[in-house]
C-alpha cells in the first residue's frame, strides 16, 4: 500500500517533467537588420528599393526591419536623400538603431576615447530628432567592439545587437554579390538549431528571434531582397524548425523586444561573427 501510494504522489510529478521535456521549443521568428544605410543615391537607391520590397512582397507583405544606420554618412545619412530616407523608414514602421555617427564607417576601437563618446552623443541626438525618442539599439562597424566601447555605448543607454544569421553581402573589396545565398543562410540557421531544440536562446512574445543581418546599402541585395525572404522560410522548413505564424516582424515595438533580447551585455561574451570578421577580431 505504501508503494500504490508514493506512485500516486510521484506519478504527477514524473508526467509534469516528462512534458518539458518534450516540449517543443517556441517558434522561430526571423528579425531582419539592415547596416550601413540609408543609401543617399538619387536613382536606383537600393534603401528605396529593399523598403519597397519589405512592403510589398509574396512571402510576407508589410515586413518591419531594424536599420543600423549611419546617421552622418556623407554618401548617405548626412544628405538631404538619405535624411528623407530616415524619416520615411520612421514612419513606415521600422525601427531605428544607431551604426554610426561619423563621416565614414569608422571603427569604434581605432577612434580615441573622446572622439568615440563625441560621436554617439551625435548619433543619439540625430536619431532622437528623427524619432521622437532615444534610439536605444546599436551594432558597432566591422562587428569590432571591446570592453571600452561597450562600456561606452551603455553610458548613452544603448545596446550592441550583433547577428544569427548573415547574408554576407556586405561591399569587401569590391565583392557585393553571394553565389550561396542559400546554403550559406541553411548553413548559419543549421549552427543555431541545436541551441533552438535545447531552449538555449531567447524566447520573446511566443517566438524564438532570429537575427539576421543585410546591408541596405548594397544594390545587389536590393536586387535579390525577395529572394532572400524565400529562402529564409525554406531553409527552415528543410531544416524541420517551425516558424510563427507570421514568420518576420511586422511591428516595431515587437522588433525591439525581441532584439533587446538578444544583445550582448558583457565583453567577456564572444558570440560568433559572420565571415572572416570573427578570425580577424578574436
Do not use: C
Not at 546599402?217 to 524541420?240: H, M, P, Q
Request: hydrophobic share 45%.
Amino acid at each position: 500500500m505504501v508503494k500504490v501510494r508514493l506512485l500516486r504522489l510521484v506519478f504527477p510529478f514524473l508526467l509534469l517533467v516528462a512534458g518539458h521535456a518534450l516540449a517543443a521549443p517556441a517558434p522561430i521568428r526571423f528579425l531582419l537588420t539592415f547596416d550601413d544605410g540609408p543609401s543617399g543615391r538619387s536613382s536606383d537607391n537600393p534603401t528605396v528599393e529593399i523598403l519597397d520590397a519589405l512592403d510589398d512582397n509574396p512571402v510576407q507583405p508589410g515586413i518591419k526591419a531594424l536599420f543600423f544606420v549611419q546617421t552622418r554618412a556623407v554618401n548617405g545619412g548626412a544628405t538631404e536623400i538619405g535624411q528623407a530616407l530616415l524619416r520615411r523608414e520612421v514612419q513606415a514602421g521600422h525601427l531605428l538603431g544607431l551604426h554610426s555617427a561619423t563621416p565614414r564607417h569608422a571603427n569604434h576601437r581605432l577612434l580615441e576615447p573622446v572622439a568615440l563618446e563625441a560621436s554617439l552623443a551625435l548619433g543619439v541626438a540625430d536619431l532622437s530628432a528623427v524619432t521622437g525618442a532615444a534610439p536605444r539599439l546599436l551594432r558597432p562597424p566591422f562587428w569590432n567592439y571591446d570592453a571600452r566601447t561597450l562600456a561606452a555605448y551603455h553610458r548613452f543607454g544603448l545596446q550592441m545587437l550583433l547577428t544569427d544569421l548573415s547574408a554576407k553581402d556586405g561591399k569587401i573589396y569590391g565583392i557585393n554579390f553571394s553565389l550561396h545565398k542559400r546554403s550559406n543562410l541553411r548553413a548559419m540557421l543549421l549552427a543555431q538549431r541545436e541551441r533552438w531544440r535545447a531552449g538555449a536562446l531567447p524566447q520573446v512574445d511566443g517566438s524564438t528571434p532570429i537575427v539576421v543581418t543585410f546591408h541596405d546599402v548594397n544594390g545587389y541585395t536590393a536586387s535579390v531582397i525577395k529572394d532572400y525572404l524565400a529562402i529564409l522560410v525554406d531553409v527552415a522548413r528543410e531544416l524541420d524548425m517551425p516558424t510563427a505564424a507570421k514568420p518576420f516582424y511586422d511591428a516595431r515595438d515587437d522588433i525591439e523586444r525581441a532584439a533587446l533580447a538578444k544583445t550582448v551585455s558583457d565583453a567577456a561574451q564572444r558570440p560568433a561573427l559572420p565571415g572572416l570578421w570573427d578570425w580577424l577580431w578574436k
